[in-house]
């Protein structure tokens, strides 16, 4: 599809996305990246607002997988835990976990977003994989390396910045 490091929507959190907002997009599945996104990468425990984000996307019409690089059994165990099919080892910005789960599913591109912290995984290979891109604020920096990697992001972000969603417009 296309290389871009733009993504093709900005939002504070994952939990300022609703299913009305996802449905308006023609979001029928959402795959989620998980360490900063769902939680940080020093817990596997999500917020009092993760946990009641997730039970109203399950309530909703919108299908969820995790779709995680991630290659430790703690992405399995929350998925289980919270009953959220996952892909992990996913090798993102490459677009195996991502036709896996496509494939999984029986969905098309077009109806699909991945959201997650990273551009550089998440935001390119949803958008090189044809998939509607949403980039997320890492819930936690916690080391050098990661502020970094913001740093570097920051250019992308900037270009991109007619693409935020402010949630108090839901």
Request: net charge positive; proline share 6%.
């Amino acid at each position: 599809m296309s290389f871009s490091l733009l993504p093709k929507l900005i939002v504070p959190a994952l939990t300022d996305l609703t299913p009305e907002l996802l449905r308006r997009r023609g979001v029928k599945l959402l795959m989620l990246d998980f360490d900063n996104t769902i939680v940080p990468y020093t817990t596997n425990t999500p917020t009092q607002e993760m946990e009641q984000w997730l039970r109203r996307m399950h309530s909703s019409d919108i299908l969820l997988c995790v779709v995680s690089n991630s290659k430790r059994d703690r992405v399995k165990v929350f998925c289980k835990q919270y009953d959220i099919p996952c892909v992990t080892h996913a090798k993102k910005p490459f677009s195996k976990g991502i036709r896996e789960c496509l494939s999984r599913f029986s969905v098309k591109p077009a109806d699909c977003a991945l959201v997650g912290d990273q551009i550089f995984t998440d935001t390119l290979g949803a958008n090189c994989a044809g998939v509607q891109s949403i980039l997320v604020t890492a819930i936690d920096n916690h080391n050098v390396w990661l502020k970094l990697r913001h740093v570097a992001e920051m250019p992308f972000i900037w270009l991109a910045r007619g693409r935020r969603y402010a949630p108090n417009n839901k």
